[in-house]
């Protein structure tokens, strides 16, 4: 650091604790005028580290605010707190939790613990949560994925909204795979209909376009526009 200073006359240099330094540019290169004795010029890293322990932030205009091992690695992107966590990708955000990575486009996780965002996507909280698609959404649970463009996964275990505008509530591993599907509870059931819906129960299917299956337990609507209100073993072809 000394022999670095050293080298550059007229400079005044401040010690901020978790900074980087830039040394400035030299009489009019880039534009930049000559520093003087009585307007020194103090160029630093647009990034910034406020607080906690091994955070790092290493892009143009990334901060990290407090926590521990964090690290804001694109532009703009900022981390304000929690253990591990990574932004990775230009304009990225992670609020706090452990081990959660915003790591694509406008991407935010707001906490939680190994959750994953890409895509102008985010993740509320829970565990093991990904939104990877355009617009995705997942607000909590476990090991929920939002793969579908503007797909959303409001809670629950292992539920899939793979496909485009799809949403799954809750439940047990729930699928919504067709465009403009929905599975709002239940264990075990795939809405894979364009516009299919499932209210509940277990191990039903809404394959048919327009299909409904509002409960029951093993029910099949696979026509078009066919519903089931409920039972058990029902086919609606």
Same mark, same amino acid.
């Given at each position: 650091?000394?022999? =670095?200073?050293?080298?550059?006359?007229?400079?005044?240099?401040?010690? *901020?604790?978790?900074?980087?330094?830039?040394?400035?540019? /030299?009489?009019?290169?880039?534009?930049?005028? #000559?520093?003087?004795?009585?307007?020194?010029?103090?160029?630093?890293?647009?990034?910034?580290?406020?607080?906690?322990?091994?955070?790092?932030?290493?892009?143009?205009?990334?901060?990290?605010? +407090?926590?521990?091992?964090?690290?804001?690695?694109?532009?703009?992107?900022?981390?304000?707190?929690?253990?591990?966590?990574?932004?990775?990708?230009? @304009?990225?955000?992670?609020?706090?939790?452990?081990? @959660?990575? #915003?790591? %694509?486009?406008?991407?935010?996780?707001?906490?939680? =613990?190994?959750? /994953?965002? %890409?895509?102008?996507?985010?993740?509320?909280?829970?565990?093991? %949560?990904? #939104?990877?698609?355009?617009?995705?959404?997942?607000?909590?649970?476990?090991?929920?994925?939002?793969?579908? *463009?503007?797909?959303?996964?409001?809670?629950?275990?292992?539920?899939? +909204?793979?496909? %485009?505008?799809?949403?799954?509530?809750?439940?047990?591993?729930?699928?919504?795979?067709?465009?403009?599907?929905?599975?709002?509870?239940?264990?075990?059931?795939?809405?894979?209909?364009?516009?299919?819906? /499932?209210?509940?129960?277990?191990?039903?299917?809404?394959?048919? *376009?327009?299909?409904?299956?509002?409960?029951? /337990?093993?029910?099949?609507?696979?026509?078009?526009?066919?519903?089931?209100?409920?039972?058990?073993? @029902?086919? +609606?072809?």
């Amino acid at each position: 650091k000394a022999k =670095v200073m050293g080298k550059f006359k007229g400079v005044n240099y401040t010690v *901020i604790e978790h900074d980087r330094v830039r040394v400035p540019s /030299i009489g009019g290169t880039g534009g930049s005028p #000559a520093p003087t004795k009585d307007q020194p010029i103090i160029v630093q890293s647009n990034s910034f580290k406020i607080g906690g322990f091994n955070n790092k932030a290493t892009a143009s205009n990334s901060g990290v605010l +407090a926590g521990d091992g964090n690290l804001a690695s694109g532009n703009g992107s900022a981390i304000l707190g929690g253990s591990l966590n990574v932004a990775s990708y230009a @304009n990225t955000a992670v609020v706090a939790g452990i081990c @959660n990575q #915003a790591s %694509n486009g406008t991407s935010a996780i707001l906490g939680g =613990v190994s959750n /994953i965002a %890409n895509y102008v996507s985010v993740v509320v909280g829970g565990c093991v %949560n990904t #939104a990877s698609g355009l617009r995705s959404i997942v607000g909590a649970g476990q090991r929920n994925i939002a793969g579908g *463009i503007d797909s959303s996964v409001v809670g629950g275990f292992s539920g899939r +909204a793979i496909g %485009n505008q799809s949403f799954v509530g809750g439940g047990f591993s729930n699928i919504a795979s067709g465009i403009q599907s929905s599975v709002v509870g239940g264990v075990s059931s795939i809405a894979s209909g364009t516009n299919s819906f /499932i209210g509940g129960g277990s191990g039903n299917v809404a394959s048919g *376009i327009e299909s409904t299956i509002a409960g029951g /337990i093993s029910i099949s609507a696979c026509g078009q526009q066919s519903f089931v209100g409920g039972g058990r073993c @029902n086919v +609606a072809g």
